[in-house]
């Protein structure tokens, strides 16, 4: 039985990161011939067709992390002008599901966003203008600036790189996909300490 649930971690050519894939998808680019070479563990066995000579059934392993063939993208993901989508679910994660003003934990439905900057006063919808905050604090705050409402930022916002946000966007990531991305973090990163603070 297949475990949908769990994603294969694609990599480029240089050994980036660049997306989770279903095992399907998996499948079709080793069909493809587009795997360069798996890595991690095994997560699927997939059986195939069975051979009218030999009698013998077909099998694939489906690792956990595969580098793909293809030209390197990476440099692009490196520039200073790079920023991935933001959305809440990512946001969250990013903040460990702590409210940055009142230091509480909340699940992904007590957390909103909040703009550092009003949008009203000129702030951006980006990543380094918006925090987690609970409904109560973001409230409180209002169309204000911190320093207006008498509120502290615990943290300071910053832009994911692309190895961080691919974190940050995964559901269920094993031991080996998690080595792997924490390999690519920035040495200053925040969710070097982050991780294993909020839910994963």
């Known amino acids: 039985m297949i475990d949908a649930s769990l994603r294969v ?3 480029d050519v240089a050994g980036m990161p660049i997306e989770w894939i279903g095992f ?4 079709r680019l080793h069909c493809l011939e587009q795997i360069l070479y798996p890595m991690g563990s095994v997560l699927y066995t997939v059986h195939g ?3 009218a000579r030999s009698g013998e059934q077909s099998t694939l392993a489906v690792h956990s992390i595969i580098c793909t063939v293809g030209q390197s993208r990476a440099h692009l993901k490196r520039l200073p ?6 959305n809440n679910v990512t946001l969250f994660r990013r903040d460990a599901n702590l409210c940055l003003y009142c230091g509480g934990r909340f699940g992904n439905a007590g957390l909103s966003r909040d703009h550092v900057a009003p949008l009203s006063r000129g702030g951006s919808d980006a990543w380094q203008n918006v925090v987690t905050a609970c409904k109560r604090c973001n409230h409180h705050k209002g169309d204000r600036t911190p320093e207006e409402s008498g509120m502290q930022l615990l ?4 832009v994911p790189t692309h190895a961080e946000y691919i974190y940050l966007s995964g559901r269920r990531i094993l031991a080996d996909q998690m080595e792997f991305l924490l390999a690519h973090f920035p040495r200053n990163s925040p969710l070097h300490e982050r991780i294993g603070a909020g839910p994963q």
Do not use: Q
Request: aromatic share 10%.
């Open 155 to 158: 943290a300071v916002p910053f």
């Open 81 to 86: 002008s790079y920023a991935p989508p933001l």
């Open 49 to 51: 067709g069975i051979n």
């Open 9 to 11: 971690l694609r990599t």
């Open 24 to 27: 399907e998808d998996a499948v």
